[in-house]
T-cell receptor, first 112, second 116 residues
Framework: QKEVEQDPGPLSVPEGAIVSLNCTYS??????FMWYRQYSRKGPELLMY????GNKEDGRFTAQVDKSSKYISLFIRDSQPSDSATYLC????????????FGTGTRLQVTL | ETGVTQTPRHLVMGMTNKKSLKCEQH?????MYWYKQSAKKPLELMFV???????ENNSVPSRFSPECPNSSHLFLHLHTLQPEDSALYLC???????????????FGPGTRLTVL
């Protein structure tokens, strides 16, 4: 079993839709959770960073962590064609700041 | 230049060649990383350097040899690679992984490597 599971997609939605991206994980030691966005032919860029359980909002993006279910989500409101990219979840425990565990990424396509 | 830069952006090499990938960070960070990204696989951490000292080697074959001459530069020397080594090689940097609660990694654009 992989430590982090993420549906690879592709996920295709119309412009303006609410997008929900998810990851599940098995390691209960994970405390820090990140979402990265990766455009084609680019490196990943950090979108959201959360600690432990709860919600965090930044503009059209909301990150949600449910540690009891070992489940994290990224919601994108009013999705735009410029949101078309691969979204990677990443997480780490408290003792290993350098060691991130990534999901495989979900490819999102927002259509006009 | 800002952020994390990598050169070359694309590289094609034969199995007997020797080449090097270069990474430079302009963020004043103290830690640098090499990752391998293959299709449909999660990013794989290869090496970590913290204050120029190698702190992580994730069971990487010896045909990959990292070098970190200072906190701003990181190299990955390649020799006698295999076709399965073809992938996107990403460099990242972070301020200080010893500051567990706040440390975040910033990535470069990657080098697309093809081994023939």
């Amino acid at each position: 079993q992989k430590e982090v599971e993420q549906d690879p997609g592709p996920l295709s939605v119309p412009e303006g839709a609410i997008v929900s991206l998810n990851c599940t994980y098995s390691n209960s030691a994970f405390q820090y959770f990140m979402w990265y966005r990766q455009y084609s032919r680019k490196g990943p860029e950090l979108l959201m960073y959360t600690y432990s359980s709860g919600n965090k909002e930044d503009g059209r993006f909301t990150a949600q962590v449910d540690k009891s279910s070992k489940y994290i989500s990224l919601f994108i409101r009013d999705s735009q064609p410029s949101d078309s990219a691969t979204y990677l979840c990443a997480m780490r425990s408290t003792g290993t700041a350098s060691k991130l565990t990534f999901g495989t990424g979900t490819r999102l396509q927002v259509t006009l | 230049e800002t952020g994390v830069t990598q050169t070359p952006r694309h590289l094609v090499m034969g199995m007997t060649n020797k080449k090097s990938l270069k990474c430079e960070q302009h963020l004043g960070h103290n830690a640098m990383y090499w990752y391998k990204q293959s299709a449909k696989k999660p990013l794989e951490l290869m090496f970590v350097y913290n204050f120029k000292e190698q702190t992580e080697n994730n069971s990487v074959p010896s045909r990959f040899s990292p070098e970190c001459p200072n906190s701003s530069h990181l190299f990955l020397h390649l020799h006698t690679l295999q076709p399965e080594d073809s992938a996107l090689y990403l460099c990242a940097s972070s301020q200080n992984p010893n500051s567990v609660s706040t440390d975040t990694q910033y990535f470069g654009p990657g080098t697309r490597l093809t081994v023939l």
